[in-house]
Structures are given as C-alpha cells and as structure tokens.
C-alpha cells in the first residue's frame, strides 16, 4: 500500500506500553495516585473515628451495673463467710448476685443485638 503523497507524513504508533507501566505523562500519573490515596486514607480515617465513638447504649450501661452489683454482693458474702455470719444471709446475698448476673447478661445481649 502506497501512501498518499497529499496527507502529511505522520510518525507510527508506538506499540502500547507494557501492562503495570503507566501511560501518559508521569507527573500527572502520581498526581491520580496521589489523590486516590489521600481518599482512601479519609475513609480509613472516617471507619476508625466511627469504631472509636459508639453510640450510647443504656442496656450496656445497665448490664455494667447489675455486674458490679453481682460482684459487690458476692464479696460481702464471702466476707460473711469469714466473719461467720448466719448461712441464710450468705444464701440470698448470692442468689439475689446470680439474679443480678442473668439480668447483667441479658441487658448485654440486648445491647449487641441492637449494633
């Protein structure tokens, strides 16, 4: 095939560049790169600042509590023990303390449920 003497004499194609090298201007290549860093950054950033500040949850705070009551109540029991006091004051202390564990584990569960 002749080529046409009246079109202008154009240079070939360079063959495409290997794949994983960049094409066009490698200025404007790290630009992109740049900028797609800095927003998967803000997004990193943006999942750590939600993980970091959970919402409220009054089941979880009440589940807290009936656990630092259970826990209150099994120490004076067993300083009821030490002290020898009567058995029937030991008995409900630790029943009303596993009363108050089932409600702390209850209020917990509710509370991840919600999540």
């Known amino acids: 095939m002749n080529p046409n003497p009246r ?15 960049p094409v066009g201007d490698p200025v404007e290549v790290l630009i992109r790169i740049e900028r797609q860093l800095d927003e998967i950054r803000g997004r990193l950033e943006a999942a750590d600042r939600l993980r970091m500040h959970r919402r409220f949850s009054l089941a979880q705070l009440l589940g807290a509590m009936f656990q630092l009551l ?17 058995h029937a004051e030991r008995l409900v202390k630790l029943a009303f303390a596993g009363v108050l564990q089932l409600a702390a ?8 449920e919600g999540h």
């Open 7 to 21: 079109e202008p004499a154009t240079e070939p194609h360079p063959a495409s560049p290997p794949p994983g090298e």
């Open 105 to 112: 584990l209850t209020a917990f569960t509710m509370a991840r």
């Open 70 to 86: 259970a826990v209150f109540l099994v120490l004076l029991a067993l300083l009821d023990w030490v002290y020898q006091a009567w």
